[in-house]
């Protein structure tokens, strides 16, 4: 299993910005697609955005697009999700999670199989 660290969650004002990253060690990251999800209080954990292997292709919520850029680097064995113009309800936790295979395969939870401990998002109006 690939071992996930996320950082830089935070408290930011609406309309601000902030970038998470996402840490792997283990398995060899640039073998997996990754991905970005997130959890408000009360609500079932939603996909926020995700990238293959390379970095080559990238797939976002509509909630995220034109908003937020997911980017890796293989190099430095570290994901990031750079958020823009957040939104109150932006805030939750953001959890970063390994795909199962070096392409994106779906958006589900299931289609993850590595799981970060989480970096809380508090977006404040």
């Known amino acids: 299993q690939v071992q996930l660290v996320e950082s830089g969650g935070g408290l930011v004002q609406a309309g601000g910005s902030l970038r998470l990253s996402c840490a792997a060690s283990?398995?060899?990251?640039?073998?997996?697609?990754m991905g970005w999800f997130r959890q408000a209080p009360g609500k079932e954990r939603e996909f926020v955005a995700a990238?293959?292997?390379?970095?080559?292709?990238?797939f976002y919520a509509d909630s995220a697009r034109g908003r937020f850029t997911i980017s890796r680097d293989n190099a430095k064995n570290t994901l990031y999700l750079e958020m823009n113009s957040l939104k109150p309800e932006d805030t939750a936790a953001y959890y970063c999670a390994a795909g199962k295979t070096h392409v994106v395969s779906g958006r589900r939870a299931g289609d993850f199989g590595s799981w970060g401990q989480g970096t809380q998002v508090t977006v404040s109006s």
């Open positions: 990238i293959n292997w390379s970095g080559s292709s990238t």
């Open positions: 283990g398995r060899t990251f640039s073998n997996y697609a």
